[in-house]
């Protein structure tokens, strides 16, 4: 869902974005809603929602009144009404839609001072703001110099232009408290604009910047995901993950957003399921449970004297047993339960054409054949060594017959 700049050149390569996220398709602009309403027309007599939800860089959404009954659309460049001056921003979203966004946020549409929507951009409102756009970068390292030289343990990520030119909004992560008030004089004497500095937390920079995650596509955090809940490690255990804060963080240094998506689907199947500290007493001995799987809802069980020795048990087998446990009964043992669960394997592939087998290379020659190699190899070493050697003699008896036959005779 690109425009035509975001196609590929005449020799292959790539074009890249060159209107950097601001173009009318709206289809390479993060956290994008798609107005599944555009296509309805509102019943007689009703008028159109006066709200629109406007984009700013990266993730920022803000929602403006339309007092002046613009015709808008989603992709459409307007000057919005800022603290001072006016902002630059896209309609990502327009209609009845805006209406439930605001309701789901918790927005409160009926008051009377809401900022308004000004006009559409003109060309050199567009201009304007793409030249503070390509100064962002450059302002950034700077602002991180001087940070560095006032020893403040802040880490600016991200800087965002007011439309005008006239304010920039420096985004900043720090652990502790920052006294950034010499910072702020001199950024305002170096750059010659209004500063305002905004802390946010990790996940929010991570949404900012964006990124590949571990699963091979983009963020959800800077794609789709707008709001934030609490993770807690208490997901992975449910989800019977390995506790490795290497795998289970992501690109921001947190829990991973994805360990809430199936949590739900594991707490159902938890409800009526053992837990894992289930001990079952027998007559053979105490059993411990050392593994579970939830979906096949089987458990898998070991006697205290032998825990490498482990019986799979079903779910209602384990109920079973812990019935009479409760009664002060005691089960025989577990093996007459294993037994029921063993399931014989089907065979997947049969070799029907006579083919050779892939694994035919894979396996080890026996050691009897390999020391019988080794003595032929010997023997036939030793054979050429007094072959070569007959050979030698045989060569120098005949060099020495045929000197003799060559001197002449003495008369």
């Not at 289809?27 to 939800?53: A, I, Q, R, Y």
């Not at 019935?323 to 339960?337: A, T």
């Amino acid at each position: 869902m690109g425009c035509s700049s975001c196609s590929t050149g005449k020799d292959g390569q790539p074009k890249g974005c060159k209107n950097n996220g601001t173009c009318g398709t709206d289809g390479c602009n993060k956290l994008t809603v798609f107005d599944w309403l555009s296509n309805m027309s509102l019943p007689s007599g009703e008028k159109p929602f006066d709200f629109v939800e406007v984009r700013f860089k990266n993730s920022r959404k803000e929602f403006f009144q339309n007092t002046e009954n613009l015709s808008l659309s989603i992709g459409d460049v307007v000057a919005t009404q800022a603290s001072s001056g006016h902002d630059i921003g896209m309609v990502t979203l327009t209609g009845e839609l805006v209406r439930v966004q605001m309701k789901r946020k918790k927005e409160d549409f009926k008051k009377e001072d809401y900022p308004k929507v000004y006009r559409k951009a003109s060309q050199k409102d567009i201009d304007t703001w793409q030249k503070c756009r390509n100064r962002e970068e450059e302002i950034k390292k700077r602002a991180r110099e001087i940070a560095i030289i006032l020893e403040l343990q802040m880490k600016i990520s991200d800087v965002e232009f007011q439309g005008d030119g006239s304010k920039a909004t420096f985004y900043y992560t720090a652990e502790d408290r920052v006294d950034f008030r010499q910072l702020i004089k001199d950024m305002a004497k170096a750059f010659g604009i209004r500063i305002e500095m905004r802390q946010i937390g990790y996940r929010q920079e991570a949404q900012r910047l964006g990124g590949i995650g571990s699963c091979g596509r983009e963020l959800c955090c800077s794609t789709w995901l707008h709001d934030f809940r609490s993770v807690s490690t208490s997901a992975a255990r449910y989800q019977q993950l390995s506790l490795n804060p290497q795998k289970l963080a992501g690109q921001c240094g947190k829990l991973k957003c994805c360990l809430n998506y199936e949590l739900d689907v594991y707490l159902d199947a938890l409800k009526d399921f053992p837990s894992q500290e289930t001990r079952l007493f027998t007559e053979k001995g105490l059993a411990f449970c050392q593994k579970t799987d939830i979906f096949k809802q089987q458990l898998w069980f070991s006697y205290k004297d032998e825990p490498a020795n482990w019986h799979v048990l079903s779910k209602d087998q384990v109920n079973e047993i812990l019935d009479k446990n409760k009664k002060k009964e005691k089960v025989p043992s577990l093996e007459g339960y294993a037994v029921d669960n063993v399931v014989e394997e089907k065979v997947v592939f049969e070799n029907v054409v006579g083919q050779d087998s892939l694994t035919r290379f894979d396996r080890p020659k026996n050691k009897g054949n390999r020391n019988r190699n080794r003595n032929k190899n010997k023997s036939r070493a030793n054979n050429n060594n007094t072959s070569g050697g007959n050979k030698r003699k045989n060569n120098t008896r005949r060099k020495k017959n045929t000197n003799r036959k060559a001197k002449p005779r003495n008369e």
